[in-house]
């Protein structure tokens, strides 16, 4: 019974490469919730997804960063032309259905940019 | 903009020892939720509370939701080792899932043998 699986757990990139995360959610759940953990900062929502279809995208930055959960496959969270800015600790989370009752977290991808 | 703000930051005690992590907020939340977070690893879900003056407790964690549903506590009897970690505290917005969690900034607990 895998949890939220998240992929890579590291990544470095140069300034101006892309970045790619993915996000597997738990077995049966359908909503995905990406979010961000900057150093001394907080957790911060950026999207959330369901099968197809993007529900908030408010705290996502309207530049460079994307994010989508296609019918088959993992959420993806794209990020172009990476600057420093963007090192951070990116975390997926999945829940079964539309309530607030708690969500299961990845491990999280750490992102370096170099 | 709606903020949690969690007290104290840092907290280093004895093992044995009690202690209570406060999360404070001038909104409502619709429910608020307690994670444990280790080092390198993601959030884990330790409990939800929904009603106004609910209490919930998980063997030696008591969880207390405020009755205007703005603040929340947590305590922890008889601190272990084990309890060392991150403490962080969220807040669901309004009645539906807009999938939008606010998190506190955490509280670091140091439990010492």
């Known amino acids: 019974n895998a949890g939220v699986m998240q992929n890579p757990r590291h990544l470095v990139r140069r300034r101006g490469q892309e970045a790619r995360l993915r996000c597997s959610p738990m077995?049966?759940?359908?909503?995905v919730y990406w979010y961000r953990q900057l150093p001394e900062e907080g957790l911060k929502f950026m999207v959330y997804l369901q099968k197809e279809n993007i529900i908030d995208e408010s705290g996502m930055p309207k530049e460079r960063f994307s994010a989508e959960f296609p019918k088959e496959g993992p959420s993806i969270l794209r990020i172009q032309q990476v600057v420093r800015g963007d090192s951070a600790a990116y975390f997926c989370?999945?829940?079964?259905?539309?309530?607030?009752?708690?969500?299961?977290f990845g491990s999280g991808t750490r992102l370096t940019v170099v | 903009t709606q903020l949690l703000e969690q007290s104290p930051q840092f907290l280093s005690i004895q093992e044995g020892e009690n202690l209570t992590v406060y999360c404070n907020s001038s909104s409502v939340f619709s429910s608020l939720q307690w994670y444990r977070q280790e080092p390198g690893e993601g959030p884990v879900l330790l409990v939800t509370v929904v009603t106004g003056g609910e209490v919930k407790k998980l063997k030696r964690l008591t969880f207390q939701f405020g009755d205007a549903r703005k603040d929340s506590s947590l305590h922890i009897t008889a601190a272990q080792p084990g309890d060392t970690g991150l403490y962080l505290c969220?807040?669901?917005?309004?009645?539906?899932?807009?999938?939008?969690?606010?998190f506190g900034q955490g509280t670091t607990l140091q439990v010492k043998p």
């Open positions: 077995k049966g759940h359908s909503h």
């Open positions: 969220a807040g669901a917005q309004g009645s539906s899932n807009t999938g939008k969690l606010i």
């Open positions: 989370a999945s829940s079964p259905d539309r309530l607030n009752y708690g969500y299961t």
